[in-house]
């Protein structure tokens, strides 16, 4: 059996990850198991999506959080790496120059990358694993700052979008109306594309927790009136009894309503009335695109 280390670093809007996973092989078959996740919830795109800046102490914070995972890195010793950032270093105006200090302070090197790229990066978890041949399915990753869509028929990517629509956003009234149609229109379009009854695959750390709020285990099927009804609960509590009664992080409590929205919105324009939650993410992508370049790498050894 052979075995691989590799660590990705996601630079959300809301918080900053840390993932080491190890890849087993075993003749033809590959399994990817997590042996670590650091979270931490520094909320970049509060002030990125307001300001289109990043303040010196948000700043100061997220280069302490990425010198923790430097020492991390230097104990676990992956074989490889890779760090990116998404929606909120895209927007703030001092963000290249966050990624220059990170690098000359730790020898992290980040990659700021489009949300065209963030979709591909998430496609690369393996979707085809989820998907029966008899259905069409909209990806849906839904970010702080970003929701990114694609539609599948017959295992194909057919149509893929990114969306300035993400849970800080909304949460800071932050989404115009013209973007928030635009995702609408699309939506409803790619729907009536679908070739077979459509169904939602979700990924990010809100319909995570819905699915846990749920009682779910992660790949069952949920359906809309399910999501809807958790949705309008969740709504009628306020933050402090979302943490209190159901134990939610406090960066988890604010932006698990208007994420709702977003997964509701889009299961109703969509007509989807099913949705599976695979537990899959960017992180989870960057690892998987590790291994598979590390495999042509070794190829050609």
């Known amino acids: 059996m052979k075995a691989y280390r590799f660590a990705a670093v996601d630079i959300g809007s809301n918080a900053i990850r840390l993932l080491i996973s190890n890849v087993f092989e ?10 670590s996740l650091i979270r931490i919830p520094i909320r970049l795109g509060a002030d990125a999506f307001l300001h289109q800046y990043i303040p010196k102490e948000k700043e100061e914070d997220f280069l302490q959080g990425m010198k923790a995972f430097k020492h991390l890195l230097n104990v676990y010793r992956p074989i490889k790496s890779r760090a990116i950032a998404t929606s909120a270093f895209r927007e703030a105006s001092n963000g290249l120059e966050i990624v220059k200090r990170v690098f000359e302070e730790t020898g992290i090197q980040i990659e700021i990358i489009s949300g065209k790229e963030e979709a591909e990066v ?147 324009w969509s007509g989807a009335r099913t949705a599976f939650v695979p537990k899959i993410g960017v992180s989870d992508g960057i690892i998987r695109m590790l291994y598979n370049k590390t495999k042509v790498e070794n190829a050609f050894v």
Request: hydrophobic share 40%.
């Open 26 to 35: 075993e003749g033809a078959s590959v399994v990817i198991k997590k042996q």
């Open 122 to 268: 998430i496609y690369a978890n393996g979707l085809m694993e989820n998907m029966n041949h008899d259905r069409s399915y909209l990806y849906m990753d839904v970010g702080g700052g970003s929701t990114e869509l694609t539609l599948f028929n017959n295992h194909q990517a057919i149509a893929s979008r990114s969306f300035n629509v993400g849970s800080i956003r909304l949460l800071m009234d932050s989404v115009s109306s013209e973007e928030w149609d635009e995702m609408k229109e699309w939506v409803r379009a790619i729907g009536g594309e679908a070739m077979q009854e459509l169904a939602l695959i979700g990924s990010g750390g809100n319909i995570n927790k819905y699915c846990k709020l749920l009682m779910k285990d992660y790949g069952e099927e949920l359906n809309y009136d399910e999501i809807f009804h958790l949705y309008k609960r969740l709504k009628s509590m306020s933050s402090e009894d979302r943490i209190q009664r159901l134990y939610l992080n406090p960066d988890r409590a604010d932006v698990i309503i208007p994420a709702g929205k977003i997964f509701t919105s889009v299961m109703k």
